[in-house]
């Protein structure tokens, strides 16, 4: 089913919003400290990355407690 305009111009601004969240240094040392510079799936130490637990787009916000690390592999597994 095709989005309406708006509907997109919404969709984007979200994904813009969560995405300049977690690219914030600050914010991805802290999780990265939080969470032992691991990811919380396989524990492995490389190709980490900031992951919303619940999406921005399903209800999520950007609170540390919806935000994870995770491997690349990890985080394209979540993928639906």
């Known amino acids: 089913m095709a989005r309406s305009f708006s509907a997109e111009l ?3 601004r979200r ?13 991805r040392a ?3 400290s ?3 510079y691991k990811c919380v799936l396989c524990g492995s130490t490389e190709s980490l990355t ?7 787009l399903r209800g999520g916000t950007n ?4 935000l994870q690390t995770l491997c690349n ?3 394209a597994g979540k993928a639906p």
């Not at 994904?15 to 914010?27: F, G, L, Q, S």
């Not at 609170?63 to 919806?66: K, L, Q």
């Open 10 to 12: 919404k969709y984007k």
């Open 15 to 27: 994904r813009y919003v969560a995405c300049r969240h977690t690219a914030d240094p600050e914010v």
């Open 30 to 32: 802290r999780i990265f």
């Open 34 to 36: 939080r969470d032992n």
């Open 50 to 56: 900031i992951d919303h637990i619940t999406s921005i």
């Open 63 to 66: 609170d540390d407690t919806n």
């Open 73 to 75: 592999r990890c985080n």
